[in-house]
């Protein structure tokens, strides 16, 4: 039987969970399309993100904000030194997350070309890896290791789970188990088949979020109550994006809502995806703060109480992320 531990892996070390206040646990500080650094018309300027990142933290953390969770995994622009010192310049805690997917984002190097056609990496290779960077810290490629992963992350290809994405999958959940951390999944075109896949791999369920469940598709086939249901952690992690593959925030909130009266507001988890500094690709430029200063009027109007939201903020997110 697994202890709950009362700390969380932060790019500066454990810390107490009491110490982590609220949490948006779906964000991108550096978000670099893989081989993007390397294009010609594309500045990695580190003084400069370093700047615009800090400016976005301390108005998060003046808005209430205390621990921000970067689940871009590997390879994707994750700079786990410029992020300690945004930690220490900012007062914010951050969390950040080892995995990766889906499949059309993966370097060759996690592909077997002995075989025609090159087969994937075993769940247990990707387990290994991201494994590692929770026990051992995370890779500064070709450098060293720094701070330790404190969630594993991975998505899924959107168009359904590839053979590749189930390794990935599997292999989180994996290394889930092995270390104690937590796993965040971006669902492919099944919320309910993929949280399956991890949990075939005798995960407990409460240490999965499921994310992407305020898409549309996710709210017309009851995904969100579905996976309530089965103890695991629904994120509406676009909150504040209003476009043909998501639900509005007025519906967001009325989903929030109905998971609090049928008993799953400790499942709830918010965050907006947003994307601090984006290389290669268009970002999401919503502030961090604002499922606290735009979304949670919202749900005081649909009747939520304080003790609605700061569980959904502060509890469910810690609990969480505390090592097992």
């Known amino acids: 039987m697994s202890v709950k531990s009362n700390t969380v892996n932060t790019v500066l070390g454990p810390v107490p969970t009491e110490q982590l206040g609220v949490v948006a646990v779906h964000e991108a500080l550096l978000s670099v399309v893989p081989g993007a650094e390397h294009a010609y018309d594309i500045t990695i300027d580190r003084a400069e993100i370093f700047e615009t990142l800090a400016a976005k933290l301390k108005d998060f953390r003046a808005h209430g904000g205390g621990t921000i969770v970067d689940s871009t995994g590997m390879f994707h622009g994750r700079d786990v030194r ?6 220490r310049t900012t007062g914010v805690h951050i969390v950040a997350s080892t995995g990766q997917g889906p499949e059309e984002l993966l370097g060759g190097y996690f592909l077997t070309p002995q075989t025609n056609p090159p ?72 919320a309910v088949h993929d949280l399956d896949v991890v949990l075939d791999e005798k995960l407990p369920a409460d240490r999965v979020v499921v994310g992407g469940l305020d898409r549309k598709d996710a709210v017309a086939t009851d995904a969100p109550l579905e996976i309530a249901r089965r103890g695991a952690h629904v994120a509406l992690d676009h909150v504040g994006v209003e476009d043909e593959a998501h639900i509005t925030d007025a519906e967001r909130a009325d989903l929030v809502a109905d998971l609090v009266r049928a008993g799953f507001g400790n499942r709830v988890l918010l965050s907006s995806n947003a994307t601090g500094v984006a290389k290669g690709h268009p970002g999401n430029d919503l502030p961090y703060s604002y499922v606290l200063t735009t979304f949670v009027p919202l749900l005081k109007a649909r009747g939520l109480s304080d003790e609605d939201t700061q569980r959904i903020l502060v509890e469910n997110p810690r609990d969480l992320l505390s090592t097992r």
């Open 82 to 87: 410029l992020y300690e010192a945004l930690s």
């Open 119 to 190: 087969t994937p990496w075993s769940a247990e290779k990707f387990a290994d890896l991201f494994a590692k960077e929770v026990t051992e810290g995370m890779v500064v490629p070709r450098v060293e290791r720094r701070g330790a992963a404190g969630l594993v992350a991975t998505t899924a290809t959107l168009e359904g789970m590839t053979a590749t994405d189930e390794s990935l999958f599997r292999g989180a959940a994996r290394a889930a188990l092995s270390t104690g951390v937590a796993v965040s999944v971006r669902y492919g075109s099944d």
